[in-house]
């Protein structure tokens, strides 16, 4: 399969997502709640999702498709695509406009294209694994602090913060008085371009899905950074992947303070 050409497509499929997003921005939206009621869906995920979905089926029939919404369509394939149409709903329907379109291929276990576009910056992140990543083709690095004092990081927080015992509430608290600042983007994607891109020192967050992390963190990696993740172990109905993204350096003080509060990674 020749990658440039898929990215190519992809490219393509993410900015006329992109443009229907940007058409019905700030309009009169039908959204409904899913697992909580600050947990929300639009028709704006759904219509997005349909025609990435449909894209993909137009030009590779027989690879598998796990997305937000639908889940897991057709496991056969060794190639599998992984969609978030629209992460940072939440910021979408408030008009607020950090929001963007999150596309990654996998084949078997390993990532190899990444694509994340932010429809009201015009920014277009992306990588083929081994070669780099770029903004609006111009390559990007992940920065070069060496001290949590210098740094600005970027977290979130789960849907089920009020209920969950991993809320991210003790790590945000045991980190934000020793950093230069923090950020609440409420989007994971652009959290882990914004430091694949140096704008953002470091990030972390708990319990986020696969494809809220999957095209940003070949981002990071290939941008030169730092990734690790672990899993929250499936008890009392939660589940769900944490992560932390930074510099090699950074991510080690980010983890060792994470630690001291809570042995997630």
Known sequence: MDLKEVLSNVKAWALEV?????EKFN?????SSKSTKIDMVTEVDILSEKIIIERIKENYPDHSILS???GKLNSE????WVIDPLDGTNNYLHAFPIFCISIALKHLEETVLG???????DEMFY??????????????????KEQLGECILTTGFPYDK???EHNNVNLFTS???DLQGIRRTGSAAFDLCSVACGRIDGYWELKLGLWDLAAGELIVREAGGKVITSKIKKENGEEGTNIIAANEKILGLICERINKVHKYF
Do not use: C, H, M, W
């Open 18 to 22: 992109g443009k229907i997003q940007l």
């Open 27 to 31: 309009g009169d939206i039908k959204y």
């Open 68 to 70: 937000e919404e639908k």
């Open 77 to 80: 394939s060794p190639y599998t």
């Open 115 to 121: 694509v994340v576009y932010v429809p009201k910056l």
């Open 127 to 144: 990588s083929i694994k081994g070669e780099g990543a770029f903004l609006n083709g111009e390559k990007i690095e992940v920065g070069k």
């Open 162 to 164: 009020k209920i969950s």
């Open 175 to 177: 980190l934000v008085r």
